[in-house]
């Protein structure tokens, strides 16, 4: 399964230009440049398993969105050509959740 980088549109004005500003060990903070709003991304597990996933290429770099897998805290999560989202390290199907919003 081929993927790519994990994209996450801000919850409040929908602009695609949203970086994350923390580190795993911290938290998952994000913002947006476009209108400031701060949130954080959560996912649950869907259910199903996916094999055969191949990481994007390029792989993220440390600002992209991220996010952590619900079923074994990987941050390898990226996203299916049908925008699914996928564990690149278990293979977890997974559903994307935006908490913590608080508008710009």
Same mark, same amino acid.
């Given at each position: 399964? +081929? #993927?790519?980088?994990?994209?996450?549109?801000?919850?409040?004005?929908?602009? &695609?230009?949203?970086?994350?500003?923390?580190?795993?060990?911290?938290?998952?903070?994000? *913002? !947006?440049?476009?209108? &400031?709003?701060?949130?954080?991304?959560?996912?649950?597990?869907?259910?199903?398993?996916?094999?055969?996933?191949?990481?994007?290429?390029?792989?993220?770099?440390?600002?992209?969105?991220?996010?952590?897998?619900? +079923? !074994?805290?990987? #941050?390898? *999560?990226?996203?299916?050509?049908?925008? #699914?989202?996928? !564990?690149?390290?278990?293979?977890?199907? =997974?559903? =994307?959740?935006? #908490?913590? *919003?608080?508008? &710009?």
């Amino acid at each position: 399964m +081929k #993927t790519r980088k994990l994209a996450i549109d801000c919850p409040v004005c929908g602009s &695609g230009e949203v970086f994350y500003s923390c580190t795993p060990n911290c938290c998952f903070n994000h *913002v !947006c440049s476009h209108c &400031g709003t701060t949130f954080e991304p959560a996912t649950t597990s869907k259910g199903g398993m996916a094999t055969g996933v191949i990481p994007p290429d390029p792989l993220p770099d440390s600002t992209d969105p991220t996010a952590e897998c619900a +079923k !074994c805290a990987s #941050t390898a *999560v990226y996203m299916a050509e049908d925008g #699914t989202l996928v !564990c690149g390290a278990c293979g977890s199907l =997974l559903e =994307l959740e935006i #908490t913590e *919003v608080a508008p &710009g």
